[in-house]
């Protein structure tokens, strides 16, 4: 399979800031150049376009070359290589105008996978202009590394498939050979809704996993300790994260901290601590009582409206149309990454 990677990956921040061989093991190079060894090591045809060849030492360059790869600085030259496209490059507006840059110079039948928080919509939606007029053959998905790619816990690669909205951004095909891919290099695939797969396989994954334990928690201690309702618990659980939620996309962490009283909160949660099994809250109200709020700040919370978004996506398909709303949810889709 041909494949091509773009970007080495920021060896500075794997072995200085986050000391990934003392922390998770394995060894250098980490991230997207490791990505493009194993594909190599596995007998795939391999370019990494990399820019920027101060990003790693000599050392790891010849480890990197030594696998088979063949190592490039024009994107454009990788774009004419890969069936297979993988950006390992940083969030936002660097990863929209690579892909801008390659999308009409890659081989018919492509797929173009991102790694980072994008999700894959939002990466389709910013290229639909070409990929409906020019590029229909073109698919898009994803290939996250559900940890650093070249250490041992990094077993799983996610990717994007059909969305719970109910698109398919790339063919069966597309996925099948994504899938293929993972698994000749000995890792897990994972094939996710695409628009879940920032929330379980990128640094999300820390929010998600937390809030599933609260979620789980409360669901438990509501039905078996106080035999609520169901409809009622769910009904708590979409208010508190809807509620946190909006704030954070209106005012920052800063306007949630500002409008959150910490020792209300305490108090109040206290309240719910019912019986020994629930460590999780007990550490919970520990560390929001250590936290120190001026390590971010705080400022007012601009107006928020906190709506239920499906109730309100059914609402305005009912008042204005399918279509229209489609519209809507592209461009507000869109302005949360830009």
């Known amino acids: ?159 994007a498939g059909k969305a719970l909205e109910g698109k398919e951004y790339a063919a069966e095909e597309q996925i099948n050979k994504l899938v293929e891919l993972v698994k000749s290099i000995g890792k897990i695939p994972y094939v996710a809704p695409a628009d879940i797969v920032p929330a379980v396989a990128d640094m999300g994954s820390l929010v998600t996993a937390v809030a599933l334990v609260g979620v789980l928690d409360h669901y438990r201690v509501g039905r078996e300790l106080i035999n609520a309702p169901k409809d009622m618990i769910e009904k708590q659980i979409l208010v508190s994260l809807q509620t946190i939620a909006s704030i954070i996309e209106t005012s920052g962490i800063e306007g949630l901290m500002k409008v959150l009283d910490k020792d209300a909160l305490i108090t109040s949660a206290k309240n719910m601590l019912i019986d020994e099994r629930q460590k999780d809250l007990d550490l919970a109200l520990k560390i929001i009582e250590e936290f120190d709020k001026s390590t971010i700040g705080e400022k007012d919370v601009n107006q928020t409206y906190l709506v239920a978004p499906q109730a309100l996506i059914k609402e305005a398909v009912s008042l204005i149309g399918q279509s229209a709303v489609e519209g809507m949810i592209r461009r507000s889709s869109n302005k949360l990454f830009e």
């Open 1 to 159: 399979m041909k494949i091509s990677v773009y970007g080495a990956g920021n060896q500075k921040l794997y072995l200085e800031k986050l000391k990934v061989p003392e922390k998770f093991g394995g060894e250098p190079p980490y991230g997207g150049s490791r990505m493009a060894i194993e594909f190599a090591k596995a007998g795939h045809d391999v370019v990494l376009a990399e820019p920027n060849k101060d990003i790693m030492s000599d050392d790891l360059w010849k480890k990197v070359e030594d696998a088979g790869v063949k190592v490039v600085s024009d994107d454009i030259e990788a774009a004419k290589h890969g069936e297979v496209h993988i950006l390992f490059t940083p969030f936002g507006k660097i990863t929209f105008n690579i892909v801008k840059t390659i999308i009409e110079h890659v081989p018919e039948n492509s797929v173009i996978c991102n790694t980072c928080t994008l999700p894959t919509p939002v990466l389709y939606r910013s290229l639909e202009g070409i990929l409906r007029l020019k590029r229909k053959d073109v698919g898009i998905s994803s290939m996250h590394p559900t940890g650093v790619p070249g250490t041992p816990s990094q077993k799983y690669y996610t990717i």
